[in-house]
């Protein structure tokens, strides 16, 4: 049996039926990491790679590294496979680490703006 922690409302021919959404679908349970996050955190300090190095290999600017590790800039397609390519793994490995942090977000917005 599924647990229900949230009511969600959807338009039928212009009534409002309320419709039960499971635990699973509602909400995360915890924030995952923002990829930039993860990227320092288990790759760069664990192979003492800096940002610069880092950005050299790539072949993009150090600004975009920055960006990328302090929250302020997401991977696009073109960095997951630059740091796919880089790391030797899968490009969507990275792409996956994007989703489910613009996902917990775009949930986050929802709830907040539901709540007003």
């Given at each position: 049996?599924?647990?229900?922690?949230?009511?969600?409302?959807?338009?039928?021919?212009?009534?409002?039926?309320?419709?039960?959404?499971?635990?699973?679908?509602?909400?995360?349970?915890r924030?995952?990491?923002?990829?930039?996050?993860?990227?320092?955190?288990?790759?760069?300090?664990?192979?003492?790679?800096?940002?610069?190095?880092?950005?050299?290999?790539?072949?993009?600017?150090?600004?975009?590294?920055?960006?990328?590790?302090?929250?302020?800039?997401?991977?696009?397609?073109?960095?997951?496979?630059?740091?796919?390519?880089?790391?030797?793994?899968?490009?969507?490995?990275w792409?996956?680490?994007?989703?489910?942090?613009?996902?917990?977000?775009?949930?986050?917005?929802?709830?907040?703006?539901?709540?007003?």
């Amino acid at each position: 049996m599924e647990a229900v922690c949230s009511v969600m409302a959807y338009r039928d021919t212009s009534r409002i039926h309320k419709r039960s959404v499971p635990a699973r679908l509602a909400l995360f349970s915890r924030t995952p990491p923002h990829p930039g996050e993860f990227l320092e955190t288990r790759f760069l300090k664990p192979l003492a790679i800096t940002q610069t190095e880092l950005a050299a290999a790539l072949g993009v600017s150090r600004r975009r590294v920055n960006e990328l590790i302090g929250g302020r800039r997401a991977i696009t397609p073109d960095t997951a496979v630059r740091l796919g390519l880089f790391f030797d793994n899968d490009p969507t490995f990275w792409m996956h680490l994007q989703v489910s942090w613009d996902l917990c977000a775009a949930a986050r917005r929802v709830r907040r703006a539901s709540v007003r």
